[in-house]
């Protein structure tokens, strides 16, 4: 092989990282959420910066996409496991702000219908939107929070006041969830060790890609599907 076609292979091959699939995470149409577990507002309250250690597959990719600004095609599988650094502040006025990606960041307004359950809507623009429901929490650590998608489809996140929760209670959430309906094969997670947690500002080091702004696009015309009127 000559010196232009191993650089050539080596391109091709050896460097590639893969992007994130969407098609991949679509695990389930909205379902009803018959019982939810209030939450403690003072708890709440109280908390500066919530993580986001596990998640399902849908949910992962749709923040990921909403908070890095990039089409899935141009961000890696790799970087919203490991470089993310993805967290969320929420503040008094009903404004739900998610950080990640070096520093990017995403503004959401957020409509409570009870402690329970709220609705989030990007600040500006077009983007990710759903109802969340909390059906877990130990109103110490963790909530874990069923979401329907405006797209309708199905998802589930944890929101956690530590980077990483203890397999004991690692374990009580993933059987929730499998509980609920959701697959072990679409549990996913968010590697915290490479993200700098003093500041919370993110790696310098995210793999994303050639920016865009026409994300959110493309994923609308996929099976869009009005789930609102199920509730």
């Known amino acids: 092989m000559g010196f232009s076609n191993l650089v050539l292979a080596i391109l091709l091959f050896g460097g590639n990282t893969y992007s994130i699939d969407m098609e991949s995470a679509r695990e389930t149409r909205c379902f009803w959420i018959g019982k939810t577990v209030p939450v403690d507002m003072e708890w709440m309250d109280s908390i500066t910066r919530m993580y986001f250690p596990a998640m399902s597959k849908m949910e992962l990719y749709r923040t990921a996409v909403d908070i890095a600004g990039e089409d899935p095609e141009d961000i890696s599988e790799d970087s919203v496991h490991n470089d993310s650094c993805i967290y969320w502040k929420m503040h008094h006025n009903g404004t739900l ?15 409570f219908d009870r402690p329970n359950k709220f609705d989030f809507r990007p600040a500006e623009g077009e983007g990710y ?13 963790f909530m ?23 397999e004991r209670t690692m374990n009580q959430i993933h059987e929730h969830a499998k509980s609920l309906g959701f697959k072990k094969q679409y549990f996913v997670n968010v590697n915290y060790d490479k993200c700098d947690l003093s500041g919370a500002s993110g790696t310098t080091s995210a793999t994303v890609l050639t920016p865009s702004r026409n994300r959110m696009g493309s994923l609308r015309n996929r099976g869009q599907w009005n789930a609102r009127n199920q509730y």
């Open 144 to 166: 874990f929070a069923p979401i329907c998608t405006d797209e309708g489809e199905m998802a589930w996140g944890v929101f956690s006041t530590v980077p990483r929760l203890p």
């Open 97 to 111: 702000k998610g950080r990640g990606f070096s520093g990017r960041s995403r503004e959401y307004k957020t409509t």
């Open 129 to 141: 939107s759903g109802t969340v429901y909390v059906t877990l929490t130990d109103n110490s650590t």
